[in-house]
């Protein structure tokens, strides 16, 4: 089988103005949210209207209500009590702006994401959309108070058995979980779709991506496409980065310190079907 590819260009505006007025504004606490362009993107290339669409680490709920305004029926699985109630308040949002689709969430862990499910539904889901937690920190918000810069919002969570905190090995394990529950619910023809990028750890860079790809072949998925969402805006011949403080910083200390490094400027969204 023939895997095409492509370029999503899901940052001609920043992400927090994607969600500006559609989103909580607490919303902007959780440091690894999913654009709102590409859980748009994905949706809508990749089911019709009254499909179902399944997030099994659903954050903020950005998947749900994505496809709640594009008239998808939205089933999200959140493992921090905290983010699956914001979930749940930026889905009512949504369907008080006038979203004609619906969305449920409920609090678990994605390695149970099909027993989690309503039974009705296993076997209908037209689309399984997610992104993977990348470590136990991320890029949160800063602030500057015209001496110091301050963080905040840095951290996926404080419990320990969160799959932030258990380093590549478990995460892939985990993510196997999940895809054989993916596997299970999903129409037959049905897809599932993951975002990913490449990370440091230590310096070194660690190839999420391909090992995504490994898990989900060894559950019986089809790499059908690989395509990049890029995360900075083209402007004519020019590409405007939306590079977070973190990012800049992190590549400004590695190379200081004789590292060449640089920043990440782009997300692979990984395509898998179950069958060629």
């Given at each position: 089988m023939t895997t095409r590819s492509s370029?999503?260009?899901?940052?001609?505006r920043p992400s927090r103005e994607q969600r500006r007025g559609r989103y909580l504004p607490e919303s902007s606490c959780h440091p690894g949210k999913m654009a709102p362009a590409l859980a748009a993107q994905a949706i809508g290339t990749y089911t019709q209207p009254g499909d179902v669409v399944a997030d099994p680490m659903c954050g903020i709920g950005t998947t749900l209500v994505e496809a709640a305004g594009l008239g998808r029926d939205g089933f999200g699985v959140e493992y921090e009590p905290r983010w699956a109630a914001l979930a749940e308040a930026n889905v009512a949002v949504a369907r008080a702006g006038g979203a004609p689709g619906e969305a449920e969430v409920v609090v678990g862990d994605c390695r149970r994401f099909a027993s989690l499910m309503p039974a009705e539904l296993v076997g209908q889901v037209a689309?399984?959309?997610?992104?993977?937690?990348?470590?136990?920190s991320t890029h949160g918000q800063v602030s500057f108070d015209g001496r110091r810069v301050h963080k905040r919002d840095t951290h996926y969570s404080a419990d320990r058995a969160n799959?932030?905190?258990?380093?590549?090995?478990?995460?892939?394990?985990?993510?196997?979980?999940?895809?054989r529950g993916a596997f299970r619910v999903l129409t037959a023809d049905g897809v599932v779709v993951l975002t990913a990028r490449p990370w440091r750890r230590d310096g070194a860079l660690i190839d999420l991506p391909g090992a995504l790809v490994g898990a989900a072949v060894a559950c019986g998925f089809v790499?059908?496409?690989?395509?990049?969402?890029?995360?900075?805006?083209?402007?004519?011949?020019?590409?405007?980065?939306?590079?977070?403080?973190?990012?800049?910083?992190?590549?400004?200390?590695?190379?200081?310190?004789?590292?060449?490094?640089?920043?990440?400027?782009?997300?692979?969204?990984?395509?898998?079907?179950?069958?060629?």
């Open positions: 370029v999503w260009l899901v940052a001609q689309l399984v959309l997610t992104s993977p937690p990348y470590g136990s799959l932030a905190y258990g380093g590549v090995g478990p995460l892939l394990t985990a993510m196997e979980d999940m895809l790499l059908a496409e690989r395509n990049v969402a890029l995360l900075a805006a083209v402007r004519g011949h020019d590409l405007v980065p939306r590079a977070s403080f973190f990012q800049l910083n992190d590549v400004r200390k590695a190379r200081l310190a004789g590292r060449p490094q640089h920043v990440i400027a782009h997300e692979d969204v990984l395509v898998f079907r179950k069958h060629p």
